[in-house]
DNA sequence: GTCTATAGGCTGATAGAC
DNA sequence: GTCTATCAGCCTATAGAC
């Protein structure tokens, strides 16, 4: 009696072509020009069935942002496996940036666009992508406390909390202030990570792990 | 003969008045929500009157936006005259601070929302309000490499990039990713400014200033 | 200078036929 | 499930009367 299951999974299938449509969308044109006719033009439906796969336009918006901030994390996953921390920090800083400046659009939708779209990313206080990305970061700053390369007097959610709010300055300056022309992103990020890492004396015996 | 003239200043205080009611709607709604039929009803004349005052919306938008720079830069000022330069570092930045969290919606228009409205901020290479304040920020990291109290290897303008876009991405992540739950900007705010200052061994003699 | 009236579009969303 | 048809509203901008 696979017949049920073929028909959830069709819906499920037009659900991921519409969203996939979406993305393609915004990216080309931002999310300001998503409408939901020309979405249904796009997909070759009439408007009315979008209606019958996503409550409204901000259903649409909320799957968007999901994606766009798993993609995220997804690029800054192999930057977070790498062992030194110096090194680290600073392809974190790479794939961050990268992503930013790569996929502009996306990144307004998922962190400028609309205080109600992200916030859903950081309600599930441990399972979802929000949460997930910003404990990489935590992380990686104390690993650099424990090898005494950074502040020693400040709490590593800090750290990692001006670190990101370092890096998404710099993209959304790059973004939205394109008049100021200063210099390249990835030249600014450097010197943020030069903030940050310094050596800061420790207890004589050999740099703890604090883990 | 004042009559052309008084006609000229009647027309100036139209002018004014409109843009102080723009102000106002934008503040309150955010700037999307400014239409020119919802401003013309506030300001009590027909929409139509609106277009001999303002070519279209985006002339009121970039109106705005250079005021709301103006503000801005007012406020820096009286920072930027404190003479220590670590201290002058740290009322610069609860002075922009204290802007773009206390008028969330302007500091939204002028910086996160269209590239075209911020490009005319930064085109008089010495005139505006864009390059004079980043002029404050500048002199203040030379005065502090001066004094050896920031890293001496990179140049001012730089670390004065990475300042403004470190106090940007806190404000506009408190004021977009509203759901996570960080540490409060000032103290993030501290915590920049800390990354930014440190004492680097200068050259045996006493401090130089470099003006 | 200011108005009325309107052109000419766009939008999100839904009722009801098939 | 999908369609057509449409509601009800918004918008910027302009022509032409006064």
Redesign the interface.
Same mark, same amino acid.
């Given at each position: 009696m696979g017949i049920s299951e073929r028909k959830e999974r069709q819906r499920a299938e037009l659900r991921e072509h519409i969203l996939q449509v979406a993305r393609d969308m915004v990216t080309k044109e931002g999310f300001a020009a998503l409408s939901m006719r020309k979405l249904a033009d796009a997909v070759e439906y009439a408007p009315a069935t979008l209606y019958l796969h996503f409550e409204n336009r901000d259903a649409i918006a909320r799957a968007l942002v999901v994606r766009g901030f798993q993609e995220l994390l997804a690029r800054l996953e192999p930057a977070a496996a790498v062992d030194a921390p110096v090194e680290r920090l600073s392809r974190l800083a790479q794939a961050y940036l990268s992503f930013g400046l790569g996929h502009p659009e996306t990144y307004r939708l998922v962190?400028?666009?609309?205080?109600r779209l =992200? /916030?859903? #990313?950081?309600?599930d206080t441990h399972e979802g992508a929000?949460p997930k990305s910003?404990a990489l970061l935590v992380r990686t700053f104390e690993d650099l406390q424990a090898a005494g390369q950074t $502040?020693d007097a !400040?709490p590593p959610?800090? $750290?990692a /909390? &001006?670190f990101? %709010?370092? $890096?998404?300055?710099?993209i =959304? #300056?790059k973004? !939205?202030? =394109?008049?100021?022309?200063?210099?390249p992103a990835e &030249?600014?990020a450097r !010197?943020?990570v %030069? !903030? #940050?890492v310094?050596d800061e004396p420790k207890p004589s015996r050999p740099a703890r792990r604090s883990r």
């Open positions: 962190f400028m666009e609309d205080p =992200s /916030e859903a #990313l950081f309600q929000g910003f $502040l !400040t959610e800090r $750290l /909390e &001006v990101w %709010a370092g $890096l998404h300055g710099i =959304s #300056l973004l !939205t202030c =394109s008049g100021f022309q200063g210099a &030249v600014l !010197t943020l %030069a !903030t #940050l310094r």
